[in-house]
């Protein structure tokens, strides 16, 4: 009994310092803009180190300046309840559910996911790529701990600033030099949708030449900006 004892001592012992870690490193990033993301690190060279984004197009820029219609957009298209969940859309879970067994009973692959922003943005920051029951559970720790730590705001412009926009370009910023030429701060709706529009592929999409599916999609999430209430519905929630 007292090796079983100590072996829960342990292990009670080692999961109390991971959370003292994780604790100690969200706090950090609340207030310092991450250099990477262990979703780009998975992506450069395995020897490049976890600072080391020679190869990566991405720079960070506060929220204030980044269009609404770019914020709205990531809304409207990934996580249209961001500033009513905790980290977890649950009615969009049991219908992913619900969809992905009737598409598993039709033998269609092709799986509806049910992340919010604040899911990704875990699954971004701290995990790398991969599926299974082990990971979906630290994702799930770690969406809390956000959540918990950070405001709303925050967890919007990390990942607005980090999400993969192209092959080698991530975040808003990137994407809008690269694709328009000029600042996110200057994106107008059509172009903030669009870019948006190429994920979660954006490896194979590209804005400057957006094909008929790009183009129908980009005209889904304009319409759903103005379905939940246009720039209107940041007002109390992001500081411009």
């Known amino acids: 009994m007292k090796i079983i004892w100590r072996i829960i001592k342990f292990c009670a012992s080692l999961f109390l310092l991971y959370t003292a870690i994780s604790i100690f490193v969200i706090l950090f990033f609340r207030f310092v803009d991450p250099p990477v993301s262990a979703f780009i690190n998975s992506k450069t060279s395995p020897l490049s180190g976890l600072f080391s984004v020679s190869d990566v197009n991405q720079k960070s820029v506060n929220i204030q300046k980044v269009s609404k219609y770019a914020v709205l957009a990531v809304i409207a298209s990934e996580d249209q309840k961001f500033f009513e969940h905790f980290g977890f859309d649950f009615d969009q879970i049991e219908k992913a559910i619900k969809e992905n067994e009737r598409k598993k009973n039709l033998k269609r692959n092709k799986v509806r996911g049910a992340s919010t922003v604040s899911m990704q943005l875990a699954k971004n920051l701290f995990l790398n790529p991969g599926k299974n029951l082990i990971r979906k559970g630290i994702e799930a720790y770690y969406t809390l701990l956000l959540e918990l730590l950070w ?4 967890i919007m412009e990390v990942y607005i600033n980090l999400a993969e926009t192209g092959n080698g370009i991530y975040g808003i ?16 709706a059509s172009e903030a949708a669009t870019i948006i529009a190429i994920l979660p592929n954006p490896q194979k999409r590209d804005p400057r030449t957006p094909t008929s599916y790009l183009i129908n999609r980009r005209d889904n999430i304009l319409q759903q900006m103005n379905l939940i209430g246009g720039v209107h519905i940041l007002k109390d929630e992001i500081d411009y």
Request: hydrophobic fraction near 20%; charged fraction near 35%.
């Open 173 to 188: 910023e990137a994407a809008s030099m690269t694709y328009y030429k000029k600042t996110s701060s200057k994106l107008n």
């Open 151 to 154: 405001s709303k705001e925050r």
